[in-house]
């Protein structure tokens, strides 16, 4: 059975760190490309990371560049998102998602608030 579970998300003052993390079963995971997104109320699904297959390469939007990094650990299927510097406007679900071919599969989302 396909899973991704993520973890980690909870409220934390402005300017605070979260680790979210992203455990993959039921499929190959080093053939899977991985991305994070996050929903907040109101607002449109949005892409913030992404990492290849192998963690070679990884992308950001704009927003997030220089307060959050993508890492993963293919030894044990998960993948990360550290979050530093965290601002009110990050407040969100934040989902993970792999693909490979046309395998497109999502987690159940974790809540990240931040909020004082």
């Known amino acids: 059975q396909v899973q991704l579970v993520e973890s980690g998300g909870g409220l934390v003052q402005p300017g605070g760190s979260l680790r979210l993390a992203c455990a993959a079963s039921?499929?190959?995971?080093?053939?899977?490309?991985i991305t994070w997104h996050r929903h907040a109320p109101g607002k449109e699904r949005e892409l913030v990371a992404s990492?290849?297959?192998?963690?070679?390469?990884?992308n950001y939007v704009d927003s997030v560049k220089g307060r959050f990094t993508i890492s993963r650990d293919n030894a044990k299927n998960t993948v990360y998102l550290q979050m530093n510097s965290l601002k009110p406007e990050d407040t969100a679900v934040y989902y993970c998602?792999?693909?490979?071919?046309?395998?497109?599969?999502w987690g159940q989302g974790t809540q990240v608030t931040v909020s004082s």
């Open positions: 998602n792999a693909v490979w071919w046309t395998n497109n599969y």
């Open positions: 039921g499929f190959t995971f080093n053939r899977y490309g």
């Open positions: 990492s290849t297959y192998t963690g070679g390469s990884t």
